[in-house]
């Protein structure tokens, strides 16, 4: 079956200027988490949504971040203002029980410039 | 102390060596312990995973849970140049109020032919 896709896979940007990126989760999949990994460095959590649940936005670097799930499927996560440092990939992955295995998409590599 | 910890390598092996990667972990309530394979500049990819304790083989991959030393090991066996990529450690369990997932920082391997 189809996995989880992210568009698109790569952005280039200019700093100041807003970016919205994709997910589509795994048909079925419950729960959506989205990460930032910068180059070299491990996964930087961001937010994930649960079903109807309120999304724990715990991760969110800061208030230019955020994200919304329409209809418990498709993800987008917005980055407002884009700075340099938010230059990285920004990975989504799915589960179909919240806390048990996730599958990753392919990721967005953002650059801003 | 972080939940998870992962010796950032990197690592480097002759092709045909038995690799052994490892991770410990602080919080004795994970339950799902996974292993992903991150190649460069593509998402990471759902490797092995063990629920609870003990070992789980996959042809040449082999994975370990020690619950009681808080330990999870992968080992590859007569590894190829097609193993070099990045390892990430990840578990979960029912930590404070819900699921949580933690990663390790990953692991980079190279296997040189």
């Known amino acids: 079956g189809a996995g989880v896709s992210q568009s698109p896979s790569n952005k280039v940007t200019e700093k100041g200027k807003d970016v919205e990126l994709r997910c589509d989760p795994i048909?079925?999949?419950?729960?959506l988490y989205w990460y930032r990994q910068s180059l070299g460095q491990g996964l930087e959590f961001l937010i994930y949504?649960?079903?109807?649940?309120?999304?724990?936005k715990s991760g969110l670097p800061s208030d230019r971040f955020s994200a919304e799930r329409t209809g418990g499927s498709v993800s987008t996560l917005t980055i407002q203002r884009t700075q340099q440092e938010d230059s990285a990939v920004y990975l989504c992955?799915?589960?179909?029980?919240?806390?048990?295995?996730?599958?990753f998409g392919p990721g967005t590599r953002l650059t801003v410039l | 102390q972080k939940e998870v910890e992962q010796d950032p390598g990197p690592l480097s092996v002759p092709e045909g060596a038995i690799v052994s990667l490892n991770c410990t972990y602080s919080?004795?309530?994970?339950?799902?312990f996974m292993w992903y394979r991150q190649y460069s500049r593509k998402g990471p990819e759902l490797l092995m995973y063990?629920?609870?304790?003990g070992n789980k083989e996959d042809g040449r991959f082999t994975a370990q849970v020690d619950k009681s030393s808080k330990y999870i090991s992968l080992f590859i066996r007569d590894s190829q140049p097609s193993d070099s990529a990045t390892y990430l450690c990840?578990?979960?369990?029912?930590?404070?109020?819900?699921?949580?997932?933690?990663f390790g920082t990953g692991t980079s391997l190279t296997v040189i032919p």
């Open positions: 992955a799915s589960s179909s029980v919240p806390g048990n295995l996730q599958y």
């Open positions: 919080n004795s309530a994970f339950q799902y």
């Open positions: 949504f649960q079903g109807n649940s309120a999304p724990d």
């Open positions: 048909s079925g999949h419950t729960a």
């Open positions: 990840a578990m979960s369990g029912v930590v404070n109020t819900g699921n949580q997932f933690y």
């Open positions: 063990t629920y609870s304790s």
